[in-house]
């Protein structure tokens, strides 16, 4: 049997990026192993997964000795386990896991790429971020962007050989189960009443993580400055605030905290509630590999006002079902949120076709198939090149499966 490490730096990334295909690649005859870091998350994945995760000392900070004790622990389990597939998520596990696997000899090691932080980086940070992709790009033997235009952003910065570098489908790292997705299967009721929300009331969200990487500084500006003019306007931000990490500036911090036409219900393992009774999803982010969070808004037929970054622009195609911005523009942001607050036809008409334009493109059963179809191509590849190597007689011996 073929045995598959799936990695990725952090467990709710196992959760997030990946959900679900650990358990279909075994129903297609993988042996599926799941790395990861510590966390609260490990006992649901393996409660759903039924598979055991094994952790690493994996950080999503630069940390020289950690890093290096996780890379050689890594080797280590490589070694022994002797898998044919290794497959990483993230920027630190895929350093990590693809270098690992490349010194233990694992003959396929596919690295998908979800969104650069150095695209927002400079100077001497921006130098070691390169390094580091490329490094992943020459241990790996794959390269993943989930998004064409991450794809062709990577071929200009020359991060990774082109020969490496493909796009699985359409985009997307998991794509989207349309089935959850559903608007139909939620209560819209119960959480506006939960949440103090009225009928007039129009919604606009946010889902994601609240920092300043993801446009909040300038989605609070804009919505603090909608507020005053309209009472009737609320927002609702899901997600957690990481304050080390990357911070809002003090001026938002002061907005979030004392405008009372936002909502912040913090981290939610079920978001499907808040997108039920939002009327537009905002996602002003600076950077992205494929957003999640954009499928999932426009499957719930959700109008979404987005940012002109990689993957963003792919899901929404501007003035069908929904709005592009300038990255970092908080006062087209603020028109645009203006203009659908009060137009509320025009939000009909952009929702109207969002749902089937992700069930034509992003369905996740036919991101998982795509994904199947190249892993089961890299494999006959492999034993191409050994059956070759065989027969002018090199040493390796042909792959077992």
């Given at each position: 049997?073929?045995?598959?490490?799936?990695?990725?730096?952090?467990?709710?990334?196992?959760?997030?990026?990946?959900?679900?295909?650990?358990?279909?690649?075994?129903?297609?005859?993988?042996?599926?192993?799941?790395?990861?870091?510590?966390?609260?998350?490990?006992?649901?994945?393996?409660?759903?997964?039924?598979?055991?995760?094994?952790?690493?000392p994996y950080t999503?900070?630069?940390?020289?000795?950690?890093?290096?004790?996780?890379?050689?622990?890594?080797?280590k389990y490589f070694?022994?386990?002797?898998?044919?597939?290794?497959?990483?998520?993230?920027?630190?596990?895929?350093?990590?896991?693809?270098?690992?696997?490349?010194?233990?000899?694992?003959?396929?090691?596919?690295?998908?790429?979800?969104?650069?932080?150095?695209?927002?980086?400079?100077?001497?940070?921006?130098?070691?971020?390169?390094?580091?992709?490329?490094?992943?790009?020459?241990?790996?033997?794959?390269?993943?962007?989930?998004?064409?235009?991450?794809?062709?952003?990577?071929?200009?910065?020359?991060?990774?050989?082109?020969?490496?570098?493909?796009?699985?489908?359409?985009?997307?790292?998991?794509?989207?189960?349309?089935?959850?997705?559903?608007?139909?299967?939620?209560?819209?009721?119960?959480?506006?009443?939960?949440?103090?929300?009225?009928?007039?009331?129009?919604?606009?969200?946010?889902?994601?993580?609240?920092?300043?990487?993801?446009?909040?500084?300038?989605?609070?500006?804009?919505?603090?400055?909608?507020?005053?003019?309209?009472?009737?306007?609320?927002?609702?931000?899901?997600?957690?605030?990481?304050?080390?990490?990357?911070?809002?500036?003090?001026?938002?911090?002061?907005?979030?905290?004392?405008?009372?036409?936002?909502?912040?219900?913090?981290?939610?393992?079920?978001?499907?509630?808040?997108?039920?009774?939002?009327?537009?999803?905002?996602?002003?982010?600076?950077?992205?590999?494929?957003?999640?969070?954009?499928?999932?808004?426009?499957?719930?037929?959700?109008?979404?006002?987005?940012?002109?970054?990689?993957?963003?622009?792919?899901?929404?195609?501007?003035?069908?079902?929904?709005?592009?911005?300038?990255?970092?523009?908080?006062?087209?942001?603020?028109?645009?949120?203006?203009?659908?607050?009060?137009?509320?036809?025009?939000?009909?008409?952009?929702?109207?076709?969002?749902r089937q334009m992700?069930?034509?493109?992003?369905?996740?059963?036919?991101?998982?198939?795509?994904?199947?179809?190249?892993?089961?191509?890299?494999?006959?590849?492999?034993?191409?090149?050994?059956?070759?190597?065989?027969?002018?007689?090199?040493?390796?011996?042909?792959?077992?499966?």
């Amino acid at each position: 049997m073929i045995k598959l490490v799936r990695i990725t730096t952090v467990p709710i990334s196992l959760h997030k990026l990946i959900n679900g295909q650990a358990n279909f690649m075994q129903k297609h005859g993988f042996e599926v192993h799941l790395l990861s870091a510590k966390g609260k998350e490990i006992k649901s994945i393996e409660a759903e997964t039924k598979i055991k995760v094994k952790t690493f000392p994996y950080t999503r900070e630069i940390s020289p000795l950690t890093d290096m004790k996780a890379l050689w622990l890594t080797y280590k389990y490589f070694r022994k386990l002797k898998p044919q597939i290794v497959h990483t998520h993230t920027p630190k596990a895929g350093i990590v896991g693809m270098l690992a696997a490349k010194f233990a000899g694992v003959p396929v090691r596919m690295h998908t790429v979800a969104g650069l932080p150095l695209m927002e980086a400079s100077g001497i940070k921006r130098f070691i971020l390169n390094s580091v992709e490329r490094l992943t790009s020459w241990a790996a033997t794959n390269i993943y962007p989930n998004s064409i235009a991450l794809k062709a952003f990577m071929l200009q910065e020359n991060l990774a050989n082109k020969n490496k570098l493909k796009v699985i489908g359409y985009g997307s790292s998991n794509g989207i189960n349309t089935s959850v997705f559903d608007k139909k299967l939620i209560n819209k009721a119960k959480t506006s009443t939960a949440l103090q929300i009225k009928p007039q009331e129009v919604v606009f969200c946010f889902v994601g993580r609240i920092v300043k990487d993801k446009g909040i500084d300038e989605l609070l500006y804009a919505f603090d400055k909608l507020s005053k003019i309209n009472k009737q306007a609320k927002l609702l931000l899901v997600g957690s605030q990481e304050k080390q990490l990357d911070p809002i500036s003090n001026k938002s911090q002061y907005i979030l905290e004392q405008n009372k036409q936002i909502i912040s219900v913090g981290w939610q393992q079920d978001v499907r509630p808040f997108l039920a009774v939002a009327d537009v999803f905002v996602f002003p982010s600076y950077r992205e590999g494929f957003p999640n969070v954009v499928l999932q808004a426009s499957a719930m037929q959700l109008p979404c006002i987005v940012s002109n970054i990689n993957g963003c622009n792919e899901i929404i195609k501007n003035n069908v079902n929904g709005i592009i911005i300038p990255v970092k523009d908080k006062n087209i942001l603020f028109d645009k949120m203006n203009m659908l607050l009060e137009d509320k036809i025009r939000r009909e008409n952009l929702a109207k076709p969002a749902r089937q334009m992700i069930i034509d493109k992003y369905e996740q059963k036919f991101v998982w198939q795509e994904l199947l179809k190249e892993y089961k191509e890299r494999l006959k590849d492999l034993r191409i090149e050994r059956n070759r190597k065989q027969e002018t007689g090199g040493k390796s011996k042909r792959l077992k499966d």
